[in-house]
T-cell receptor, first 111, second 115 residues
């Protein structure tokens, strides 16, 4: 069965610093992978997704993620954090018609 | 194009009452998914429906929970005889085709509080 592990339930960075949120997956088939962001009391918004093709995926708000099959990873990065990036981030893998989510990483950005 | 609509946004029920959560998918979307988010946890899949059909209910509790997506009108998630453990945020998502590769678009959620 598919599963997702997000290392680090909380990550804190300074404004302008690199953001790195980790995601490892387990999948018996080629995975389809997603990153979603959730702002307080709101629904989830898709940041980016990987299905096939180029392993470096660019998303909205300057985020990108790289699919590394050998490491079963799909880490999310952003070169320079902004205060508005403070939110909860969820990695997910597709399992037939449903998404399997990690437990989330809460990103804090300090001025 | 309006996004996924959910109502109510907040719902308070006493133990033993019924809760009805509504979800209107994005225009043109015929696939609906329900997820539950318990406090401090990620989202957990509950059920996947197409118009008038339940396709996958593997995440639904066996008792008290039911879902439907009629030919006309919104999808409904119904919880009978609610208990405190049902307190959670319930999210609906929709997609134009099956969700294996297609993006699922999420609504703002319904936050259920059981007193």
């Amino acid at each position: 069965a598919q599963s997702v592990t997000q290392l680090g339930s909380h990550v804190s960075v300074s404004e302008g610093a690199l953001v790195l949120l980790r995601c490892n997956y387990s999948s018996s088939v080629p995975p389809y992978l997603f990153w979603y962001v959730q702002y307080p009391n709101q629904g989830l918004q898709l940041l980016l997704k990987y299905t096939t093709g180029a392993t470096l995926v660019k998303g909205i708000n300057g985020f990108e993620a790289e699919f590394k099959k050998s490491e079963t990873s799909f880490h999310l990065t952003k070169p320079s954090a902004h205060m508005s990036d403070a939110a909860e981030y969820f990695c997910a893998v597709s399992d037939l018609n449903k998404l399997i989510f990690g437990t989330g990483t809460r990103l804090q950005v300090f001025p | 194009n309006a996004g996924v609509m959910q109502n109510p946004r907040h719902l308070v029920r006493r133990r033993g009452q019924e809760a009805r959560l509504r979800c209107s998918p994005m225009k043109g979307h015929s696939h609906v998914y329900w997820y539950r988010q318990l406090p401090e946890e990620g989202l957990k899949f509950m059920v996947y429906l197409q118009k008038e059909n339940i396709i996958d209910e593997s995440g639904m509790p066996k008792e008290r929970f039911s879902a439907e997506f009629p030919k006309e009108g919104p999808s409904i998630l119904r919880i009978q005889q609610v208990v405190r453990g049902d307190s959670a945020a319930y999210f609906c998502a929709s997609s134009p085709r099956d969700g294996s590769t297609d993006t699922q678009y999420f609504g703002p959620g319904t936050r259920l509080t059981v007193l």
